[in-house]
Nanobody
């Protein structure tokens, strides 16, 4: 079965950095687009970044130039490097993949940006 396990969240000061990881299993990781979403309290879940099987990346306007998505197909892992973090980045961050038209999500990892 498809499993996604996020890690790397935590409390960080404004301007700081975090690196999120998502370990995937149960599907052929290397051929699928992987996504990172975030959900802040009282808001809808929204797409933060995506990376194709070939390594093409895309980002929400709010994180362009600050966040970098990457993948290591040998480790079945997708990463989100988050730099110059702002209080408004505070949210639960989820890893996502769509396999055979079914959406799969990890349990999420909390990112809190506060002084």
């Amino acid at each position: 079965q498809v499993q996604l396990v996020e890690s790397g969240g935590g409390l960080v000061q404004p301007g700081g950095s975090l690196r999120l990881s998502c370990a995937a299993s149960g599907f052929i990781f290397s051929i699928y687009v992987m996504h990172w979403y975030c959900q802040a309290p009282g808001k809808q879940r929204e797409l933060v970044a995506a990376i194709t099987a070939g390594g093409r990346t895309s980002y929400a306007d709010s994180v362009k130039g600050r966040f970098t998505i990457s993948r290591d197909n040998a480790k079945n892992t997708v990463y989100l490097q988050m730099n110059r973090l702002k209080p408004e980045d505070t949210a639960v961050y989820y890893c996502n993949v769509v396999v055979q038209e079914a959406d799969y999500w990890g349990q999420g990892t909390q990112v809190t940006v506060s002084s």
